[in-house]
T-cell receptor
Framework: GESVGLHLPTLSVQEGDNSIINCAYS??????FIWYKQESGKGPQFIID?????DKRQGQRVTVLLNKTVKHLSLQIAATQPGDSAVYFC????????????????FGKGTKLSVIP | DADVTQTPRNRITKTGKRIMLECSQT?????MYWYRQDPGLGLRLIYY???????NKGEISDGYSVSRQAQAKFSLSLESAIPNQTALYFC?????????????FGPGTRLTVL
């Protein structure tokens, strides 16, 4: 079946540096993507989303880039802080043609980001 | 997310016991979901509900049942718990807009079945 995966399972960055977390997806019908952050002992927290009619979207210190040609998604975190240490998931879904809209997210397994003080 | 609450947060039980996990939300979303999370497997969908009268099985529904008591409440039951149901369980709500469903998660319940 279709899958969403991550290039790197772990990532260590120096505090203050920028972080880039990558995600590859294989479902060409995917048209909506979400990044979640999960801190230890907590539930996944919505960070930012992007629709397939966009190739870039910015939030507060975060930017998501979407390259549909190579089915690649990335999350960039500017000036990484210790509080950014967590596991980051990408998730994708497709609106499909049922008319009911998208409901089922397919999650990647996650990348653990460690920030070195 | 404080708008989605789960009880209990931790539970240890024995094989064969019936367990209920509860979820409440104040987001006003019609859609609600139950997932389990296991190391190395990511999040997997157990059941989902688009409204009070609509309940559907997800990818791994065997051994589980659900009840949507109200728009704001969605409970998950394990009728006869077994050790391989030891996992983290997350409830989520779904905001449906423009053909896309953005999901927001609760803090999770850590369930251990001995």
């Amino acid at each position: 079946g279709e899958s969403v995966g991550l290039h790197l399972p772990t990532l260590s960055v120096q505090e203050g540096d920028n972080s880039i977390i990558n995600c590859a997806y294989s479902n060409s019908a995917s048209d909506y993507f979400i990044w979640y952050k999960q801190e230890s002992g907590k539930g996944p927290q919505f960070i930012i989303d992007i629709r397939s009619n966009m190739d870039k979207r910015q939030g507060q210190r975060v930017t998501v880039l979407l390259n549909k040609t190579v089915k690649h998604l990335s999350l960039q975190i500017a000036a990484t802080q210790p509080g950014d240490s967590a596991v980051y998931f990408c998730a994708e879904n497709s609106s499909g043609d049922s008319g009911a809209g998208s409901y089922q997210l397919t999650f990647g397994k996650g990348t653990k980001l460690s920030v070195i003080p | 997310d404080a708008d989605v609450t789960q009880t209990p947060r931790n539970r240890i039980t024995k094989t064969g016991k019936r367990i209920m996990l509860e979820c409440s939300q104040t987001k006003g979303h019609d859609r609600m979901y139950w997932y389990r999370q296991d190391p190395g497997l990511g999040l997997r969908l157990i059941y989902y509900s688009f409204d009070v009268k609509d309940i559907n099985k997800g990818e791994i529904s065997d051994g589980y049942s659900v009840s949507r008591q109200a728009q704001a409440k969605f409970s998950l039951s394990l009728e006869s718990a077994i050790p391989n149901q030891t996992a983290l369980y997350f409830c989520a709500t779904g905001k449906y807009a423009g053909g896309f469903d953005t999901q927001y998660f609760g803090p999770g319940t850590r369930l251990t079945v001995l």
